[in-house]
């Protein structure tokens, strides 16, 4: 079946624009991340959504950072007033069960490379 | 608080040969899991392994293992006979607790780049 999908792949915004990124999960996967890799800080951990529950929002680094999580499926994180410093590659995940008991692994989208000029 | 480390930035192995790619964890949880996953060039992260802190076999698939050593809590990765399509870069993370959270975010290591010579 399909993957974990992403737009853009790519996104050149310039620095003070707001900029929106989209991830759609597996079907069926009840679990969503956000995870951000840049040079300088390696895979961070942002947001995570689980259902209805209420999103674990302590990984994003500033107030410009949001994200929604519509209909529990497509995901969009959303950073405004873009700032150098939030180049990096964009990672989205999806797993079918955030249960730390199971061995479920995190599968994957492609990333949205953003570059901040 | 959960930390991973690779301290290897970079390895070299030869092609055909086995290589071992180190990972270390500090966490205060009972349960945890442990995933190492591979990031050729193109970029997407390909899951490889799991193993569970209360697994008592290490985990095999295929030609990779993982060497779960819990009292030096060390959870190196295995890849018998390399070949060149190995060369990418490997992150060890880790899964568990955090406090009285259970979402299940993976913290990463820095990861390690291995490159395989014909």
């Known amino acids: 079946g399909a993957g974990v999908s992403q737009s853009p792949s790519n996104k050149v915004t310039e620095k003070g624009k707001d900029v929106e990124l989209r991830c759609d999960p597996i079907s069926g996967h009840t679990a969503l991340y956000w995870y951000r890799q840049s040079l300088g800080q390696g895979l961070e951990f942002l947001i995570y959504?689980?259902?209805?529950?209420?999103?674990?929002k302590s990984g994003l680094p500033s107030d410009r950072f949001s994200a929604e999580r519509t209909g529990g499926s497509v995901s969009t994180l959303t950073i405004q007033r873009t700032q150098q410093e939030d180049s990096a590659v964009y990672l989205c995940a999806s797993t079918r069960s955030a249960g730390w008991t199971s061995g479920y692994e995190q599968y994957f989208g492609p990333g949205t490379r953003l570059t901040v000029t | 608080a959960q930390k991973i480390t690779q301290t290897q930035p970079g390895m070299f192995v030869q092609e055909k040969e086995a290589v071992t790619l180190d990972c270390t964890y500090d966490t205060s949880d009972q349960s945890y899991g442990l995933f190492w996953y591979k990031q050729p060039s193109s970029g997407e992260m390909i899951f490889l392994i799991y193993?569970?802190?209360?697994?008592?076999q290490n985990a095999t698939e295929g030609r990779y293992s993982l060497n779960f050593q819990k009292a030096r809590k060390s959870a190196n990765l295995v890849i018998s006979a390399s070949q060149l399509g190995d060369s990418a870069m490997y992150f060890c993370?880790?899964?568990?607790?955090?406090?009285?959270?259970?979402?299940?975010?993976?913290?990463f290591g820095q990861g390690t780049t291995l490159q395989v010579k014909p």
């Open positions: 959504f689980q259902g209805n529950s209420a999103p674990d």
């Open positions: 993370a880790m899964r568990g607790l955090d406090g009285s959270s259970n979402t299940g975010k993976l913290i």
């Open positions: 193993q569970g802190s209360y697994d008592e």
